[in-house]
């Protein structure tokens, strides 16, 4: 089954999706510098474009899970920037009423089935949801993202053997930056390529260049239509690059910055935007149309958060078991 | 009445879930084939791989698959081999199936069951034969379940598969062949009520599991041989708990006996102990009096495990000693 | 005099037992970079990255490379980031470290330290923020250090390195950067010897970890507002337990307060709460009154993980309902 | 570095090693079945060869690991026949004193480290002590045994990626019997062969006929001599077949029993005794004399162990803690 490739309208809505991501991280780190938002905060900048074509194939059923550095996955897959930002300074009106936080966002409208502070433990979690469509009979494909860090952890092994073993709809998206908080891949393990460490499993995979949105959309899309008609499971390496620190907050000592105009060549929407251009998709103000656009919504997202009352007390009692 | 077995009831119990909702299934080690005490037996046959799902040696990752499974919808019943391997699948099951209701604001539940077994007394050494539930009950989110009984058993398990929670349910490898009379209809049983299995006026005894017939073994002893009337309470539920029950007893009696298998140090009988002293302070005659097994790993040796294990001896000398001070 | 800080002090005694004996050795996940607290701050430079060793996340096997070590001759010192992922190294921990010893008949011994810290507050959310203590003390062959104090610290931790056993050391990620006066030498300090920070006759307030500061603060309030006295006493190691200290206490005062920041229901006050009843039932003027976090996880929400967490306002209340009923 | 290829002498004393596991597990099993051994006991009946082919060339002083099925590798290693029975008797002149039993046997003086019933658990300790090595500067190499099962387990996997990642001496040995309690290999894995799984980490592997002991003794002998020399790790895959149940008990209705011809084909006894008959090394009644010479040496085994008191009840506090 072959995918059509990315269209020029299907291109802009993925600027709109990564600038919105861009932007919305960028505020979240001016709120934590501003001590607005709180705790432990992961940011995606320079990694969107991997969150916006996987996640904008997807219908609202489809699962999708995600790991510690999830704002990016949570947005593309649908939820609002207003009460995703709610969520990351407490408020009642987040998307899991403050309690979650940003490694913790769920949305479930929108099929976001959650992040996770444990590396890699939404991996076998994730799995499980794609049973359950087996189990079911529907045609739902579980997606779940993760860093490269994870990989190292037992869980994502049981789990590629189990998902091969059951040949389940789901697809794995690791984003390879190359560094797990303060410490480089080559410092975690022998084997650069994670497609290279599923290799014994046979299942399909793949790695491509995270920040090139189209290729990264050409692969994702072909493994859907696939899991999508039964088939499964598929890993997909995104290679990429985390242009922040680890957390919001990092120092970032050991490694060293990268000039401008190295990430220029780098940057997903820079190069989107390139494409676009050379393809005649749209024109220069266009770009700056959909970027302002998404600086409005993101503006927004933190007037609404800041308005937000803070939840309840009572709110802690009431939630830690569901009512029979 | 009809006989029956504890590890009858919970098979039976399995079966009955599976047959009356399509959203039930089980997976573990070795369930197709029954397990080691045969408590999946005759499921795969009866409802098919599929539903009846071997794995791997992967407690970590079926933990997380039983997650997923039950918050996109279905009701997963996982099998843990033995309650000690719990540790492997820890992460999971405290980390992500405990919070997940409450980090996503409500939005996700997990209507999963953990059926593991625990104990001692099969000579399975100190990696096969632990007692851990204290461990689970200090974690808000889970449920916590220790059938004694079969004629309890099938009902805990029916009642911990219908809850929307994860709920852990803790059965004990020496009961699972244990004769029973039952009634011929099982009787639901609610998650958190208490059963007083003896009345009794000079002592309660809250017994946990196995300890549950080694207190009622003991309340006869006292009855026969020192005119003690002990009250037996089996709190089937650790989470939630039937407090009001205990306290309510010890305003009768102003004694308590708290006794399980596991390790006393650290174990589910100091939370009753510190719960009781406070909230009946006035009607203690005496400090409530813990049972449970030394502060060591379970040795191997027949005489040694023997005498390392809590049971009716020990709960009538503890009772003798609260009701008869020398 | 000097100040110093509770990770300085950590770092310190790390750096002067590696210097003092070539056995020992760091590792765990971004140890090499001091981690994301400073714990290890400058240890690579000194030692080199063969002593100083950075790891994947593995949680599971570098525990138990740690053990195969330790029983190897070895002295490591493992960190796990977050007490929260002690999780998956339990398997580790609790069936191999803990017991290997007993099983082995004493032939083999593990003499390793795990480094973790715990503790809410920085608003980590449910999953970077636990105190999971209780646990490990339910786990005979472990024990369990908690610091409160740099001055204690640097002490406790090389105690803990020179112990042949296995030592779960947890830190308090809040008490990290709190400045504090030390003399010049610290002071060498016993497992299982607690301390008494405040002297006083009318309550004793039993506190671990960061709860210690707030007993101390709330102690000084109790004075000026109330005149009560309390006294305060910090275990500093869970196990073993200075039970005596604790006791003797409390048949001066006839009421104790035991506070920490774990979930109260099944956590280590419970313990404390039962083996007091029980030893000075006749002392004890009123129930023993335990403080913790309420059953629920750790809420992100800044108001809502503030009134979560218990402190001096909680110890304060308490001892007022103890001392001076309505 | 090329290893000599298995010779007379050692052959013999190879079959003296194997009919002393064998003949060992034989009275286990009557034991067990007489209610005088107890708990969870797992015979290695027709696995003796890769034990005997391994620990025979190590020294003392090489730590040694096993799994739950340990028996062989500890006699193999040189724990004395008595003190193993008497310590799965639970007496007090076991190995262990009587605390640790069948899955927990260890025997420091041997370099047997232990057994453990945690599947794959003693992986990562295993590397722990090789590391310990790499770190005392000495030439000792870690050696761990383990089943099938154990490679589906996150622990194994994360282990293999250290060991790989750091180059430590550690042989990594694999019983592959196919069979992980009552479920075949099949059913928890796409990958047949363990040498497969571990491909990705690009360390040295074989898989071996683990019944044919001198090809066993001659691959293991290879990676032997290489870590001795600062090598490593090696994994070596053992193909061999569990003849009894899983476990002493087990009914086993799960499989077919093995025709009594066809085991005769596989029983790395009765092979390695037509292979030393053919190489002239011995003749047929020395067969029967190494037999008889196990047998005699596993009824004083027997004996002493029925004859050796339980462990006084003190000793359960005594042994909690290690003094300082
Ligand atoms: C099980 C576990 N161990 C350790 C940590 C601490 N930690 C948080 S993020 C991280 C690095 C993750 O790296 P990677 O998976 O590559 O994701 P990235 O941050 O690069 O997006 C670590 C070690 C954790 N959260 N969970
Ligand atoms: C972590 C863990 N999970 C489950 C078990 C129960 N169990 C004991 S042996 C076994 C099968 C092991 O198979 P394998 O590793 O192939 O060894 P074999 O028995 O074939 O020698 C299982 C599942 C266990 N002991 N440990
Ligand atoms: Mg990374
Ligand atoms: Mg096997």
């Known amino acids: 089954m072959v995918e059509p490739p990315l269209d020029g309208a299907q291109a802009l809505r993925l600027l709109a999706t990564m600038w919105r991501i861009r932007l919305f991280e960028e505020a979240v780190g001016r709120l934590a510098r501003a001590d607005e938002a709180h705790g432990l905060i992961h940011t995606s900048v320079g990694q969107e474009g991997i969150a916006a074509a996987v996640c904008s194939q997807l219908r609202d059923d489809d699962p999708v899970y995600s790991g510690h ?12 920037l207003d009460r995703t930002m709610a969520e990351l300074l407490g408020r009642d009106e987040g998307l899991c009423r403050g309690l979650g936080g940003s490694m913790h966002l769920v949305d479930v409208e929108h099929g976001f089935m959650g992040a996770t502070g444990v590396v890699g433990g939404n991996v076998p979690i994730a799995l499980g949801s794609a049973l359950a469509a087996r189990l079911r009979g529907d045609d739902t494909v579980a997606v779940v993202f993760f860093g490269d860090g994870a990989v190292q952890a037992g869980h994502f092994h049981e789990t590629v053997n189990l998902a091969t073993l059951w ?7 690791c984003e390879n930056n190359g560094f797990a908080e303060f410490t480089p891949r080559s410092a975690h393990t022998n084997v650069e390529r994670v497609t290279d460490v599923v290799a014994p499993y046979g299942l399909a995979r793949d790695t491509v260049d995270g920040n090139d949105v189209v290729a990264t959309w050409d692969a994702f899309g072909r493994y859907l239509a696939t899991a999508r008609a039964g088939g499964g499971p598929f890993l997909l390496e995104c290679l990429t690059y985390r242009l922040g620190g680890h957390y919001e907050g990092d120092p970032a000592a050991y490694r060293e910055a990268l000039a401008a105009e190295e990430w220029q060549a780098k940057d997903p929407i820079v190069r989107l935007q ?51 | 009445m009809a006989e029956t077995t504890y590890v009858k009831a919970i098979t039976g119990a399995l079966a009955e879930a599976m047959r009356a909702d399509d959203r039930v299934f089980v997976l573990g080690e070795d369930v197709a084939e029954g397990g080691p005490y045969t408590a999946t037996a005759g499921l795969a046959e009866e ?24 918050q996109s919808g279905m009701r ?17 099951l405290v980390n992500a199936a405990a919070k997940a209701h409450f980090m996503s604001g409500g939005q996700l539940t997990v209507p999963m069951v953990v059926r593991t077994q ?25 449920k916590v379940v220790m059938p004694s009984r079969a004629v309890d058993a099938a009902g805990l398990l029916a009642a911990s598969i219908r809850d929307p929670n994860p709920v852990v349910l803790i059965e004990n490898k020496t009961l699972y062949f244990r004769r029973e009379e039952v009634p011929d209809e099982l009787p639901a049983v609610e998650l958190g009520v208490s059963a007083t299995l003896r009345e009794g006026r000079d002592v309660t005894i809250v017994a946990l599991s196995r300890l549950v017939h080694d207190a009622l073994a003991a309340a006869e002893r006292l009855a026969a041989e020192d005119g003690i009337e002990a009250e037996v309470i089996d709190p089937r539920t ?50 409530v009096v813990r049972i449970g097994a030394p502060f060591a790993p379970v040795p191997l040796s027949a005489p040694l495990e023997d005498a390392y294990l809590p049971g009716a001896d020990e709960v009538v000398a503890a009772v003798r000693g609260l009701v008869m001070p020398p």
Do not use: C, N
């Open chain 1, 69 to 80: 550095r999830a704002h990016g996955h949570a947005i593309a897959k649908g939820a609002p």
């Open chain 2, 47 to 70: 409802f098919g791989t599929a539903r009846v799902i071997d794995t791997p040696i992967s407690e970590a990752a079926i933990t997380g698959v039983a997650i997923g499974a039950a």
């Open chain 1, 274 to 324: 390139r494409h676009a251009a050379a393809e005649g998709w749209a024109a220069e103000g266009e770009f700056e149309a959909i970027r302002s656009e998404a600086a409005d919504a993101v503006d927004q997202a933190v007037a609404f958060a800041r308005a937000s009352p803070f939840p309840p007390a009572d709110l802690l009692e009431e939630l830690v078991y569901a009512d029979g």
């Open chain 2, 76 to 92: 997963p019943v996982l099998e843990i081999m033995f309650v000690d391997f719990v540790t492997l699948a820890l992460d999971q």
């Open chain 2, 238 to 287: 650790l989470v939630p708990l039937d407090l009001a029950a205990i306290v309510k007893s010890v305003q009768r009696t102003s004694r308590l006996v708290v006794a399980h298998e596991a390790v006393a140090h650290g174990g589910f009988g100091a939370e009753i102990a510190a719960q009781v002293q406070s909230a009946a302070f006035d009607f203690l005659d005496a400090p």
């Open chain 2, 118 to 142: 625990g104990g001692a007394g099969q000579r399975g050494a100190a990696q096969h034969s632990q007692s851990l539930e204290s461990w689970l009950t200090h974690v808000p989110g889970l």
């Open chain 1, 167 to 173: 040949r389940l709809p789901l697809v794995l998206v």
